[in-house]
Every structure is written in C-alpha cells, then in structure tokens.
Nanobody
Framework: QVKLVESGGGLVQSGVSLRLSCAAS????????MGWFRQAPGEEREFVAR??????????LYADSVKGRFTISRDYAKNTMYLQMNSLKFEDTAVYYC????????????????WGQGTQVTVSS
C-alpha cells in the first residue's frame, strides 16, 4: 500500500501562489488515480482536483471553485503529486489532503483508499 505525505502549506496573503506536494512511498503514483481534497473548520471535506490516466493520456478534473486557478500534476521520477495554487483567496483556507484511489475515476471521499495527514493552508484577506 502507498503512504502519502503532504507538504508546502503555510500562511499567505490573498492573491499569491503556493504549491503543495504529496510525496508517495511504498508504491508509485502512476499506479493510482490521485486527488486533492480540502476541509475548512466546521465543514465537510470537499473535492478540489483529480488526476487519472485515460486511454488518451492524463485526465484532470477540478472543482468549479478552483478551476483556472489550481493545477494538479505529478512527477513520476520524484514519485510526487503537486497542487499549484494561484490567485489564492481567503475562502481557500483549509487543511489540504492528498489521496490515492484504486479506481480509474474516483468520485467523492469514499472512493479514495489512501490519505495523507494533511497540510494547513491559511490565506489572509
């Protein structure tokens, strides 16, 4: 099974960029569909982005709230997934989690099998 460790969170001002990393060990990121989720205080964990392999290549999916600002990617040589977050907003404040799924196109929290411990992102307005 894969172990996931997030890093890169922090306290930033609105409008700036931040890149989160999700380092995998035990297995390779190429073996899974992978995603980013976030959870704000008092809120449910919500989907942010997903990266999968399709017959035509890499397929990405984004929540409407981050589309055009966030980019998900993975580096097979480093066995790491990333979330590039640009134009950060106050409402992006949350704990960000990376996750891996054995399904080709997982939907929702319940369809991911492995989770990291999370990294805090705080955006000041």
């Amino acid at each position: 099974q894969v172990k996931l460790v997030e890093s890169g969170g922090g306290l930033v001002q609105s409008g700036v960029s931040l890149r989160l990393s999700c380092a995998a060990s035990g297995r390779t990121v190429s073996e899974y569909s992978m995603g980013w989720f976030r959870q704000a205080p008092g809120e449910e964990r919500e989907f942010v982005a997903r990266i999968s392999h399709g017959w035509s290549g890499v397929i990405t999916l984004y929540a409407d709230s981050v589309k055009g600002r966030f980019t998900i990617s993975r580096d097979y040589a480093k066995n790491t997934m990333y979330l590039q977050m640009n134009s950060l907003k106050f409402e992006d404040t949350a704990v960000y989690y990376c996750a891996a799924s054995n399904r080709d196109y997982p939907n929702g929290v319940d369809e991911y099998d492995y989770w990291g411990q999370g990294t805090q992102v705080t955006v000041s307005s």
